[in-house]
């Protein structure tokens, strides 16, 4: 028997093809759970080469299906409490709990803008979606789980731009410290209805979470999009000490990890996935 059959996993964040989440939804349904892929945007577009027909939360509810589990597509915004609600409202109906909990949803802001530079609006929305937005679907979730009282998981994606510092990247690395907070108070406070709350601080994982940022260098560069890419992507990899930027299968595995009867004792920990960047 899978290890999560019988468990009802959300994750957040799951649209995109190359994201963490997408690779998160495939690992938990592989292990035996039902999956609710959540995301604000059904179907983003993935700049990646031959990823054009990409057909984001409908296309994984495919896969985690052709895998013998359930699934269930959300057009979901973490940040507005509504539609936190009515989600969690279909996810009931249809599997009656919440088990676990991955909260991978974030949004970057503008990259490599200096603080005194940044647009209060872009400074709001990043603090909003990625700290705000934590907690309301954190306790949502959290609010079935203790109703239940059966304990459950849940992980949040906080970032290595925490706890280094980003710059050009203030906002974000403010709002991912906040998920640090976040991670260690929800632990406290739930243990008690043996709720395991757990982090992960990814370094540099290549997904499509820079798409944009790519686009705008290629146009500065005068080369194409994938070149681009590649630059970027070599000369990050060189400053890791592992050698290479870090794939979303390897941040599935961990969560995999700690929301497994493996990590039952684990808990309010932030654990680093940095090939080495600690």
Not at 251 to 278: K, Q, R
């Amino acid at each position: 028997m899978s290890s999560l059959q019988g468990k009802v996993a959300m994750v957040t964040g799951a649209a995109s093809k190359r994201g963490m989440g997408h690779a998160i939804a495939l690992r938990m349904a592989k292990e035996g759970a039902d999956v609710i892929v959540a995301d604000k945007f059904a179907n983003p577009k993935s700049m990646f080469p031959g990823d054009e027909n990409w057909g984001g939360l409908d296309e994984i509810v495919k896969e985690v299906e052709a895998l013998g589990k359930k699934a269930l597509a959300l057009t979901m915004d973490i940040n507005d409490s509504k539609s936190i609600d009515d989600g969690m409202a279909r996810t009931l109906k249809k599997f009656g709990k919440v088990d676990i909990l991955v909260h991978a949803a974030a949004i970057r802001g503008p990259v490599g803008v200096n603080v005194v530079d940044l647009a209060e609006k872009d400074i709001r929305a990043i603090i909003d979606i990625d700290l705000t937005g934590a907690f309301l679907i954190c306790k949502a979730a959290a609010k079935d789980m203790v109703k239940r009282g059966k304990g459950g998981r849940i992980v949040i994606f906080c970032s290595l731009a925490a706890t280094h510092g980003c710059p050009g990247s203030v906002a974000y690395s403010a709002a991912k410290y906040g998920t640090l907070g976040l991670t260690k108070g929800l632990a406290l406070e739930l243990a008690k209805d043996h709720i395991n709350v757990n982090g992960i601080n990814p370094g540099m994982i290549v997904t499509n979470l820079r798409d944009e940022a790519f686009t705008k260098m290629a146009e500065a560069e005068g080369t194409t999009w994938e070149e681009a890419r590649k630059k970027d992507h070599e000369a990050v990899g060189a400053r890791i000490p592992w050698g290479r930027m870090g794939k979303p299968e390897e941040a599935a595995d961990l969560v995999y990890f700690l929301v497994s009867d493996l990590s039952t004792y684990i808990t309010g920990e932030v654990i680093a996935l940095g090939g080495g960047v600690t």
